[in-house]
């Protein structure tokens, strides 16, 4: 069963930036598509980005222009977010695509 340990996030002021990383084990396969999803409080969590195993990625209207995700095989993904507003505060998760158990997240605060 494949597991994901998400990291990397943090308390940071408007305008900054955050590293998200997410380490995957267990049964996972290169072929992968890897994504990452926020939920705030209140709110559904919604997908913020992938990336298939060809690279190939794909971001919400929101983050894009901002966020970038990347991997380095099918255990490690990251998420680089930049220029962060507060309205990007939320629970951040990794997962596979189709969707495998939750991992607990990483806490992403934007306030100043």
């Known amino acids: 069963q494949v597991q994901f340990v998400e990291s990397g996030g943090g308390l940071v002021q408007p305008g900054g930036s955050l590293r998200l990383s997410c380490a995957a084990s267990?049964?996972?396969?290169?072929?992968?598509?890897m994504a990452w999803y926020r939920q705030a409080p209140g709110k559904q969590r919604e997908m913020v980005a992938f990336?298939?195993?060809?690279?190939?990625t794909n971001y919400a209207d929101s983050v894009k222009g901002r966020f970038t995700i990347s991997r380095d095989n099918a255990k490690n993904t990251y998420l680089q977010m930049n220029s962060l507003k507060p309205e990007d505060t939320a629970r951040y998760y990794c997962n596979r695509i189709p969707i495998a158990p939750w991992g607990q997240g990483t806490q992403v605060t934007v306030s100043s």
């Open positions: 990336i298939t195993s060809g690279a190939h």
């Open positions: 267990g049964s996972i396969s290169s072929i992968s598509t």
